[in-house]
């Protein structure tokens, strides 16, 4: 695996000067980045996939152990504050449970059969869907949670910084995100976690893009839960709406923080009916933005 091999470059990397050691490891994390780029057809297509899958009630689901699982959490968990992704639609089957996110829990990561039963107590079906994260491409755990969740319908992604391995063979839509040898080898925390946490970041923003959670580059579905976000709320629903700051701040007011209901009251419409439409066409926002603002 080359993610496991020494790179001969940099095998006096611990005797050199600082400076030298950081800016070398530096330059890994740019390569991991770049290593994105092959794969953005890839990602495009499988955001596509999980939003048209997801609909208005599929569970999005991330799996992994390790480095790898903690990155997948930390992707999930940004977005129901970013979003306004419930928390119910989200799922986390990390090797070793809870107590992994903090600590090293020994040989988790090579149970395949809880890695399956996760995915089977969680009740995964044909509208959810799993990403499975793993530098190697051989976990076990991973692997089998995505071959689970496969055999019950849903719809399965993998990112792997390994060609050729299992847990690409085991997803519809594999990634492969090919980093190579690490500054210190073996340490997957480096250019693979970087990687990994890009294409993360690449994949869910897209789905969301194509769930309608974000107009004109804006965040118009986040929770605004302090001062800062709600001045951000009402700037959104002032630019969005044309109007100026104090209307848009009782809009959002009156639609209880809600930024694309408050929208469509700022625009004319009556809070009842702007709720309603929100809750039957949420993907239509842009649509209603446009309609209420040519009429």
Known sequence: MSTETADPNLAEIDRWPTERAVMAMFEG????????GSQTEAIARAAEAAAERLGDAGRLAYAGAGTSGRVGVQDGVELTPTFGWPEER??????????????AVEGAEDDAEAGRAAVRDAAFGQCDVLIGVAASGRTPYTIGALEEARSRGSLTISFSCNPDTPLL???EHPILLDT???????????????AQKAALNLLSTAIMLRQGLVYRGLMVNMRISNAKLLKRGIAMVSEIAGVDDAVAGIALE??????????LVALGLDLADARQRMAETPREFAAL???????
């Open 29 to 36: 994390q740019r390569e991991a980045v770049a290593s994105i």
């Open 90 to 103: 989200l799922a986390f089957f990390l090797a070793g449970g809870e107590t992994a996110m903090m600590r």
């Open 169 to 171: 063979e085991a997803a």
């Open 180 to 194: 190579g040898s690490e500054a210190v080898a073996g340490s997957t925390r480096m250019k693979a976690g970087t």
């Open 254 to 263: 009156d639609a209880g923080r809600d930024i694309r209901t408050a929208v």
């Open 289 to 295: 933005v446009e309609q209420l603002r040519t009429r």
